[in-house]
């Protein structure tokens, strides 16, 4: 005859469980850190980029000047 109850689950077991939760959740911060890390850096970089284009001139009344006739 089959019991109808079921197994309780011991306390080792959700020890356990408990952990690789938190091991996981550990791993994805890490690798979402990482993640940002990296778009930060291009961004900084694309940023220096375009500050180190500019030499004290501003981009848009060049072409602003290129576009009027000379006077």
Do not use: I, N
């Amino acid at each position: 005859m089959a019991s109808s109850s079921k197994r309780q689950t011991t306390m080792a077991k959700l020890a356990r469980e408990q952990a690789v939760r938190e091991k996981r959740a550990r791993k994805q911060e890490k690798k979402e850190d990482k993640k940002q890390a990296a778009v930060d850096a291009l961004t900084a970089q694309a940023e220096g980029t375009l500050e180190g284009d500019e030499s004290g001139v501003d981009a848009d009344a060049v072409a602003d000047d290129a576009d009027s006739p000379a006077v």
